[in-house]
């Protein structure tokens, strides 16, 4: 029997929705749309908006394979892939650079938490002494709440994303009118070349929406629910983007937004009384700590499913039978969290994230594009009632999207490797995405042919 049925189908629509825009209203628009405003300018808002379109295009795929029998379980794109294609190596790998992703993301935001957190404290907490104990409570804090069960996940996800959503609204419907039309000019400030250098990192504002797939073995009526969330939660996360740089660029000058240590704090500070600026600073916090939360379920969910197709140990898909969750992938996760946290090397697993991401989401349109051919009885079994005119249209825009990012984010890539030395960026933690693509690739299948062989080999034994 599959250990995929010990999970717990405990979290409803309401939980679902709030682990989506959790995932998605994180670290990414609240920093990263000021500092992308210095290579672009005003026109971040226009990017949130130009991305929001295959990003959508890219959760049809998702809203497909959910709604067969395949949206039953946690796999998410892992399943997804090798159950269309007949095969585990490419979606193996996809896998795996998506568990390093999240890894890294954990601990970004982790740190990113214990930095607010300093900051709201008004100088009782100092960041030099107390970023890293912050940190790691964080990441315990949530490891805790995940291993006692996902309900209390959905509970605690649900009451933060409220307290964000209150923040939201007391940061967006007075600011907008605050808004001077002479903020927004010039609105291309590098031209083409600095809008579209831009989007690879704006991307990173909906990086994750997919994690929500993992969350399938423990959602009830999944097949019938997630699909519709998907499309619907992620329309709604991109006018939330859109609103927001609306007024972050249309408040403050663009020099001063780039210069804050907490961007949207400050364009809050303009136009909110003091109590009302710390509520902000305090949803930057569960906007963080929501991502937190979410980021924390996926790693463990793919190991389930990974140890159901042999390919990573039986010990790491177990469930525990009082919790109903994967306590020993939990601790792992947590374990590597740690060690990447303390020993500052954030970046090897940090750097990879987006365009490991791209390359999964774009690996996972070119499934749903091949559905139909070459699973026609999975095909066949999805309700989600999408036309399969839309199904191609989109996994194609999709294709197309997702290379277009790949290409950008390697052209940017190849100008560091012109310029610096191997030694260089080793020594300034600075590795490139496609050095680090490659070498997590390289270890990726290293795995993959050593559980292979490990497979082989006690199928052999149980033969004789």
Known sequence: MSVT????????????????????IGAGIFRVTAEQGAITGPSVILGYLVLLVPILATSVGYAVFLSTPLGLEPGGEYLHISRTFGGSRVAFLGAWLKVISYV????????????????LSAGVLNGDHHRLPLALGCLVFFYVIHVVGVRWFGRIQVAMCSLLGLSLIVLILPG???????????????GAAGFFAS???LFFSYAG????????????DSTRRLPGIFLKGILGTGLIFILISIVAFGV???????????PMVE??????????????????????????NATMLVPSRLGVMLAEDNLAPRWLGAINMSTGTPVRGLTLTLGIAAVLLVSGQLSLALTVAVVALVILYLLHSAALLALPSRNPALFASATAGIPLGMQRASAIVSIIAMGGLIVLQALRDLKVLSSTSFMERLAGQSLTSLELVVFWSAL?????VLSRRGQAQASGELGS
């Open 267 to 292: 364009v809050a500070s303009v136009y909110l009384p003091a109590g009302a600026t710390a509520f902000v600073n305090l949803g930057v916090i569960m906007a963080l700590m929501t991502s937190l």
């Open 104 to 119: 890294g993301a954990l601990v970004y935001l982790a740190n990113a938490c214990a930095d607010y957190m300093v900051r």
């Open 444 to 448: 990726g299948l290293l795995t993959f």
């Open 209 to 220: 929406f997919e994690s929500l797939a993992q969350a399938a073995g423990e959602v009830k």
């Open 252 to 262: 403050l000058p663009l020099d001063q937004l780039h210069d804050s240590d907490a």
């Open 176 to 190: 907008l009118t605050a808004v001077h039309t002479r903020n927004l000019q010039p609105f291309f400030t590098h």
């Open 199 to 201: 989007l690879p990192v």
């Open 5 to 24: 049925r010990d999970l717990r189908r405990d979290l409803g629509t309401v939980q679902s929705y709030a682990a989506l825009l959790g995932i998605l």
